[in-house]
């Protein structure tokens, strides 16, 4: 100190500057009640970017493509004023690629739970506005908690996916976050339903979360589905082809079996969708739904007793028998376009939801092949797992015969059809209306696999192959072929073997099969059943 103020005397004032410090502003005390409005103001602004998603011209141009919005999907699926979001404020934290400049409230996905004609429902809707939808980790944390949450109290998920696939910019993140969805898809499989509405398109990894949902449904000219797009087939394997032919909704609804329904646009989409949901249970923990119906448990049915031609080889469609027998004619069919030779779906008897399977005489004559097996048994298997009974309606010759069946694995999958009747422990009710040939009867449901109620209609043929094949190798050199065949019409194309055995339970006129349906779901209602104890069976994949 000594020392720097004698240099300060001997420099003089004049040449060293003063040191001037000029003090401190005392700090502007925000009050309390200011702070909670800024707040608030911001939490408004926020909601609002959150609910324009990419902006204006995005949204329009969303609806230019005949497309609706993120969340004017959920508004139509759900019961109006019942949706409460979940993590509307989320927003991702890549800051790759400039992507820090490109933050939007939400991060492309929009995600909570509401109510479906009164029953609580999660859904997620991908906003193709925002980064093309595309998949971050963010987006996929939204999705998973509410996979979460459906799990935890036993409610149903809908996907509503419109998606260009993962988001580059993020890379392996983008893929972890489709990891951690499929694992809550397979961990949800069996436990609660699971439907994904493809509404725009779904390719690459992303394909895989709708894959193992239970129901998939697309719309007509908007969606698409596939591994890898036409430039890159046209790059790896020098194919032209474009988006619809490769994955368009016709493609997977008739030839791929990959989605169950294809409807006109979004809204006709998400009303049936708000119509298959009413056929589910919200989850495994509760019975098949019920709901009150006008239509009487007690009528009868005169028009059935007609309804099958006398000659065996005639076709009729099974749809008519369905839409007469089930409560108000309503029967929603499930996989309409693809293997059309069995015809399955949920339809009610007394208010009761049930599944029918059936084999359609009016399609190569209801033989099962490779794709109606496969169709029939994932069809079971979903009734089973939710507690919906099974009707299932048999007018089968056989399995199909030929190379390309038995070069295509028709042991294996039709092996499919015949564990998921074995394995299921619902309320099984079978109606045998005219064929039941060979290995084919065993496999519909029959009372070998423990069938709680199996009819035959006075038209049943219950043999191990139809009269003609069988004339033809017990009597191979017999000149009276057509005696023969009469004979063993008279001894085994009827159902007298198989009722005087016990294999059926009743011989019953057509007009009583819906009476004798709905009683037997009521005396069934409370059935239990269940299988050796396992971690889980070998299903032949």
Same mark, same amino acid.
């Given at each position: 100190?000594?020392? $720097?103020?004698?240099?300060?005397?001997?420099?003089?004032?004049?040449?060293?500057?003063?040191?001037?410090?000029?003090?401190?502003?005392?700090?502007?005390?925000?009050?309390?009640?200011?702070?909670?409005?800024?707040?608030?103001?911001?939490?408004?602004?926020?909601?609002?970017?959150?609910?324009?998603?990419?902006?204006?011209?995005?949204?329009?141009?969303?609806?230019?493509?005949?497309? #609706?919005?993120?969340?004017?999907?959920?508004? %139509? +699926?759900?019961?109006?004023?019942?949706?409460?979001?979940?993590?509307?404020?989320?927003?991702?934290?890549?800051?790759?690629?400039?992507?820090?400049?490109?933050?939007?409230?939400?991060?492309?996905?929009?995600?909570?739970?509401?109510?479906?004609?009164?029953? +609580?429902?999660?859904?997620? =809707?991908?906003?193709? *506005?925002?980064?093309?939808?595309?998949? *971050?980790?963010?987006?996929?944390?939204?999705?998973?908690?509410?996979?979460?949450?459906?799990?935890?109290?036993?409610?149903?998920?809908?996907?509503?996916? /419109?998606?260009?696939?993962?988001?580059?910019?993020?890379?392996?993140?983008?893929?972890?976050?489709?990891?951690?969805?499929?694992?809550?898809?397979?961990?949800?499989?069996?436990?609660?339903?699971?439907? @994904?509405?493809?509404?725009?398109?779904?390719?690459?990894?992303?394909?895989?979360?709708?894959?193992?949902?239970?129901?998939?449904?697309?719309?007509k000219d908007t969606s698409y589905l596939f591994v890898t797009g036409p430039d890159v087939i046209k @790059?790896?394997?020098?194919?032209?082809? /474009?988006?619809?032919?490769?994955?368009? @909704?016709?493609?997977?609804?008739?030839?791929?079996?990959?989605?169950?329904?294809?409807?006109?646009?979004?809204?006709?989409? $998400?009303?049936?969708?708000?119509? +298959? #949901?009413?056929?589910?249970?919200? *989850?495994?923990?509760?019975?098949?739904?019920?709901?009150?119906?006008? !239509?009487?448990?007690?009528?009868?049915?005169?028009? $059935?007793?007609?309804?099958?031609?006398? /000659? =065996?080889?005639?076709?009729? /469609?099974?749809? !008519? &028998?369905?839409?007469?027998?089930?409560?108000?004619?309503?029967?929603?069919?499930?996989?309409?376009?693809?293997?059309?030779?069995? &015809?399955?779906?949920?339809?009610?008897?007394?208010?009761? @939801?049930?599944?029918?399977?059936?084999?359609?005489?009016?399609?190569?004559?209801?033989? %099962?092949?490779? !794709?109606?097996?496969?169709?029939?048994?994932?069809?079971?298997?979903?009734?089973?797992?939710?507690?919906?009974?099974?009707?299932? #309606?048999?007018?089968?010759?056989?399995? %199909?015969?030929?190379?390309?069946?038995?070069?295509?694995?028709?042991?294996?999958?039709?092996?499919?059809?015949?564990?998921?009747?074995?394995?299921?422990?619902?309320?099984?009710?079978?109606?045998?209306?005219?064929?039941?040939?060979?290995?084919?009867?065993?496999?519909? =449901?029959?009372?070998?696999?423990?069938?709680?109620?199996?009819?035959?209609?006075?038209?049943?043929?219950?043999?191990?192959?139809?009269?003609?094949?069988?004339?033809?190798?017990?009597?191979?050199? !017999?000149?009276?072929?057509?005696?023969?065949?009469?004979?063993?019409?008279?001894?085994?194309?009827?159902?007298?073997?198989?009722?005087?055995?016990?294999?059926?339970d009743d011989i019953i006129e057509p007009s009583t099969t819906r009476v004798r349906i709905c009683e037997?779901?009521?005396? $069934?209602?409370?059935?239990?059943?269940?299988?050796?104890?396992?971690?889980?069976?070998?299903?032949?994949?």
């Amino acid at each position: 100190m000594f020392r $720097l103020t004698t240099t300060v005397a001997r420099l003089g004032a004049a040449r060293v500057p003063a040191m001037r410090y000029a003090a401190a502003a005392p700090a502007e005390v925000v009050p309390a009640w200011l702070q909670q409005k800024r707040t608030s103001e911001r939490i408004e602004q926020e909601r609002k970017q959150a609910h324009l998603g990419g902006g204006e011209a995005r949204l329009k141009a969303q609806h230019d493509k005949g497309k #609706l919005t993120a969340r004017e999907r959920i508004d %139509l +699926l759900l019961d109006p004023g019942t949706f409460r979001e979940s993590d509307i404020f989320v927003t991702h934290n890549c800051s790759d690629f400039g992507m820090e400049k490109q933050k939007v409230v939400g991060d492309g996905v929009v995600a909570g739970y509401g109510r479906v004609n009164g029953r +609580l429902v999660y859904v997620f =809707s991908q906003d193709f *506005s925002v980064l093309g939808g595309s998949m *971050s980790w963010s987006n996929a944390q939204k999705i998973c908690k509410i996979m979460d949450q459906a799990m935890l109290v036993g409610a149903p998920v809908v996907g509503l996916n /419109d998606s260009g696939g993962a988001r580059i910019q993020e890379g392996v993140e983008a893929l972890a976050g489709y990891a951690e969805i499929f694992q809550r898809n397979v961990n949800a499989s069996g436990v609660i339903p699971q439907l @994904s509405l493809i509404m725009g398109p779904c390719a690459g990894g992303a394909v895989y979360s709708p894959a193992i949902t239970d129901f998939t449904m697309m719309v007509k000219d908007t969606s698409y589905l596939f591994v890898t797009g036409p430039d890159v087939i046209k @790059s790896v394997t020098n194919e032209d082809v /474009d988006m619809e032919t490769l994955g368009g @909704s016709k493609v997977h609804t008739s030839k791929s079996g990959v989605a169950h329904n294809a409807f006109e646009n979004d809204v006709d989409a $998400l009303i049936q969708t708000r119509e +298959l #949901l009413g056929f589910l249970p919200n *989850s495994n923990r509760e019975p098949a739904p019920r709901r009150e119906t006008h !239509d009487p448990t007690d009528r009868l049915v005169p028009s $059935l007793n007609m309804i099958v031609p006398p /000659d =065996s080889h005639t076709a009729y /469609d099974i749809k !008519d &028998v369905i839409n007469k027998m089930v409560d108000e004619e309503e029967f929603f069919e499930i996989n309409s376009n693809f293997a059309k030779n069995i &015809v399955v779906g949920f339809a009610r008897f007394g208010g009761r @939801s049930v599944g029918i399977v059936a084999n359609q005489p009016a399609v190569k004559s209801g033989v %099962l092949d490779i !794709d109606s097996s496969v169709k029939g048994a994932r069809f079971v298997r979903f009734c089973d797992a939710f507690n919906i009974p099974i009707v299932t #309606l048999v007018d089968v010759p056989g399995f %199909l015969p030929g190379v390309g069946q038995e070069h295509g694995g028709i042991i294996r999958h039709g092996a499919k059809l015949l564990y998921a009747y074995a394995e299921a422990t619902v309320p099984k009710i079978t109606v045998i209306t005219r064929k039941a040939y060979g290995g084919a009867y065993d496999v519909m =449901s029959s009372k070998h696999l423990r069938g709680d109620v199996n009819y035959a209609w006075p038209s049943a043929e219950i043999a191990v192959m139809g009269a003609k094949g069988a004339v033809a190798i017990l009597y191979r050199k !017999d000149p009276n072929l057509v005696q023969r065949e009469n004979e063993y019409v008279e001894k085994f194309a009827n159902p007298f073997p198989a009722a005087r055995k016990g294999f059926v339970d009743d011989i019953i006129e057509p007009s009583t099969t819906r009476v004798r349906i709905c009683e037997d779901l009521l005396r $069934l209602e409370n059935k239990q059943l269940s299988n050796p104890k396992r971690k889980h069976g070998n299903i032949p994949l």
